[in-house]
């Protein structure tokens, strides 16, 4: 685990705290489609990514969810750093978008940490700055872009997040992720495939331009 904590963090956190985080943290191995968290949950702590990515989801009353964001190696949420506002429940649902490895920092050692280490204060800003910045560009896209604009950059996004223009998916995932029908995603990439931005294929999407 040192190893992969090193990979994803050490150019922002120094060795003596990767240190105390691989002896503190609670280690996870997440294969792909799984469910990390969910709403209403119990935050159980300062999740750091090393490994593989995460897609955050809010749902709605009847189940449907939105995708918000992904999470990479080198990031952490800023739904669980409300938890530093004494916000103690999860209000995102968290899946893994790759098989993904993480390790989860107690509450109360990430918040001796902030106090304790710059560069961990440091990071937990930065953090939720980006993740603010985030929410912002989701926002922003539901009131702007049509959704022809906004499934070409959620693809443009996955790509972007799993390093890799094939994206092995559905359909009615994509529809889930976007809070729409799968009839109306299926019309919609049927365009992008006449346009010579993607090629459709059984589970699969080749995307050309992103």
């Not at 002896?23 to 799984?34: C, I, L, Q």
């Not at 109306?184 to 050309?208: A, D, P």
Request: charged share 25%; with cysteine.
């Amino acid at each position: 685990m040192r190893n992969l904590l090193d990979r994803a963090y050490g150019h922002v956190l120094n060795g003596g705290l990767l240190d105390t985080i691989a002896a503190e943290g609670k280690f996870m191995t997440v294969p792909k489609g799984d469910l990390i968290m969910d709403v209403g949950d119990p935050i159980p702590g300062l999740p750091l990514l090393m490994e593989g990515a995460i897609k955050i989801l809010r749902v709605d009353e009847e189940g449907d969810e939105m995708l918000i964001y992904f999470l990479e190696a080198g990031d952490s949420c800023a739904m669980t750093l409300g938890s530093f506002f004494g916000v103690s429940k999860s209000a995102i649902r968290a899946v893994a978008e790759q098989d993904s490895k993480l390790v989860i920092v107690p509450m109360d050692k990430a918040y001796a940490w902030v106090g304790a280490h710059a560069d961990f204060r440091q990071f937990v800003i930065e953090s939720f700055n980006t993740r603010l910045q985030e929410l912002v560009e989701a926002m922003d896209s539901l009131a702007f872009l049509d959704l022809h604009d906004r499934l070409a950059k959620y693809l443009s996004d996955r790509v972007k997040v799993n390093g890799n223009t094939s994206l092995t998916t559905t359909h009615a995932e994509i529809a889930a992720d976007l809070y729409t029908s799968r009839v109306v995603v299926s019309r919609i990439l049927k365009q992008l495939e006449r346009e010579g931005n993607i090629e459709l294929h059984r589970n699969r999407i080749e995307v050309l331009k992103f």
